[in-house]
């Protein structure tokens, strides 16, 4: 079964090559029983009146016609030369080649997919996508999202369409979309399902905060909103730029980034995570090609970080997290738990979306306070527009669940299966 809209070509009987102007018609003075309204019949008329010279227009009627007749005549003929200029623009309208129906455009992937020319019905596979498209003010195109699909909260009342790894076929093919966002985190078998079924799939995949940006305009422009998307990218730059004239003169923290707490899994320094810990004035002390290496506890401890750093999707659980961090095997060597220095940001670092910028000062106000004392109050406001403000150690360490989890679930420890 294929699902989808082709493009339509109509054919008509004097129809050439596009481009082309349309076949000579013969002289057609009369009509046959219901053609009076065509093309051909007014060309053919047209043809009769332009054929014959005005000097000799009387001579012809006088010819062929009673005197009584002449005036009536003359009208008629009036009529029809009237009648036929429009109907012959028409014809050439008709004629002119359409605009094609689709375009190819190339995703992060490096694929060339197919896509409408004007994209109205989205299906988003990720919380980022989701988040981009209302950043972008798309969100009425948003026909269909994932469980995970959080923020902001109107998304929540899109149809859902599964998990991120395992999003039902059937309700996105009865969503009718013309196109679907997916990461590099969703599985190849789903891209390649909707492929067969002739829906098309654009995929995003950023590795750096510089990336996210990239990334924001380019789907802009996918999506034919290329003034939103410069508008959304322009305030974040102008974001980051500030920050880092912030903390330019001051030594960066040494941090351990919690992506899971059992096992230890931490990011990888080629990622946007590691890149977010840099941009607010932090180092990442695992050294690692990897994307989500697994740690071992007694490096931690030998290395002793400065500040742990948690991203938080559920506040409210304080306490009785970082003593239940304070009680694992090993970690009471680790002075920065001992010593509770602890960063608990909002889960929008885990997502490579316009949000991430408000992570990532949330992040270095708690790192380095004093680069923000002379606007902690206006700096507190702007944050607070989009993000509520985390809790003092309000922390879920096991906010995300790295691609290579096992069984591809969140444990029991909970968890969100598609952070991104």
């Given at each position: 079964m294929r699902i989808g809209r082709g493009p339509a070509t109509v054919i008509g009987s004097n129809s050439r090559k596009p481009g082309h102007p349309p076949l000579a018609q013969r002289p057609a003075?009369?009509?046959?029983?219901?053609?009076?309204?065509?093309?051909?019949?007014?060309?053919?008329?047209?043809?009769?009146s332009g054929g014959i010279s005005r000097r000799n227009r009387g001579g012809f009627l006088k010819k062929f016609l009673p005197s009584r007749l002449h005036p009536a005549a003359f009208a008629v003929l009036a009529v029809l030369t009237c009648a036929a200029a429009p109907a012959y623009a028409q014809s050439a309208?008709?004629?002119?080649?359409?605009?094609?129906?689709?375009?190819?455009?190339?995703?992060?992937?490096?694929?060339?997919?197919?896509?409408?020319?004007?994209?109205?019905?989205?299906?988003?596979?990720?919380p980022s996508s989701t988040e981009t498209i209302y950043a972008l003010g798309l969100q009425d195109r948003l026909v269909g999202d994932t469980?995970?699909?959080?923020?902001?909260?109107?998304?929540?009342?899109?149809?859902?369409?599964?998990?991120?790894?395992?999003?039902?076929?059937?309700v996105i093919a009865s969503l009718?979309?013309?196109?679907?966002?997916?990461?590099?985190?969703?599985?190849?078998?789903?891209?390649q399902s909707l492929a067969e079924?002739?829906?098309?799939?654009?995929?995003?995949?950023?590795?750096?905060?510089?990336?996210?940006?990239?990334?924001?305009?380019?789907?802009?422009?996918?999506?034919?909103?290329?003034?939103?998307?410069?508008?959304?990218?322009?305030?974040?730059?102008?974001?980051?730029?500030?920050?880092?004239?912030?903390?330019?003169?001051?030594?960066?923290?040494?941090?351990?980034?919690?992506?899971w707490a059992q096992p230890l899994i931490s990011t990888g320094?080629?990622?946007?995570?590691?890149?977010?810990?840099r941009r607010a004035g932090a180092v990442s002390i695992v050294n690692s090609s990897q994307d989500w290496p697994q740690v071992n506890l007694e490096e931690v401890a030998r290395l002793q970080p400065d500040f742990l750093v948690f991203a938080e999707s559920q506040p409210g659980n304080a306490s009785r997290e970082v003593q239940k961090l304070a009680t694992f095997p090993g970690?009471?060597?680790?002075?920065?738990?001992?010593?509770?220095?602890?960063?608990?940001?909002?889960?929008?670092?885990?997502?490579?979306?316009?949000?991430?910028v408000s992570a990532i000062e949330e992040l270095a106000r708690q790192l380095h306070p004093e680069a923000f004392a002379e606007k902690a109050g206006d700096t507190k406001k702007e944050t607070e527009k989009e993000n509520p403000p985390a809790r003092p150690l309000a922390f879920a360490p096991f906010s995300w669940n790295p691609p290579h989890s096992p069984h591809g679930h969140s444990s029991s420890t909970g968890g969100c299966l598609c952070g991104r």
């Open positions: 003075p009369f009509a046959r029983k219901g053609e009076a309204g065509s093309p051909r019949v007014s060309r053919g008329a047209f043809f009769v309208t008709h004629s002119s080649p359409e605009p094609p129906a689709f375009r190819e455009v190339a995703d992060e992937l490096g694929r060339t997919i197919r896509i409408p020319q004007q994209v109205r019905r989205i299906v988003s596979l990720s469980d995970y699909c959080d923020y902001p909260a109107d998304a929540q009342k899109k149809t859902k369409v599964g998990g991120a790894t395992n999003p039902s076929l059937e009718h979309p013309d196109l679907v966002l997916v990461t590099k985190l969703n599985r190849l078998e789903t891209t079924l002739g829906i098309p799939s654009y995929a995003t995949d950023p590795h750096t905060v510089a990336d996210i940006l990239s990334s924001i305009k380019t789907l802009a422009d996918v999506l034919g909103v290329p003034e939103a998307g410069a508008s959304v990218v322009e305030d974040m730059q102008r974001r980051l730029d500030d920050l880092q004239r912030r903390l330019r003169d001051l030594p960066p923290k040494r941090a351990l980034f919690v992506v320094q080629h990622t946007f995570l590691a890149d977010a810990l970690w009471k060597i680790v002075h920065a738990v001992r010593d509770h220095r602890y960063a608990v940001i909002s889960d929008a670092v885990n997502r490579p979306a316009p949000r991430i």
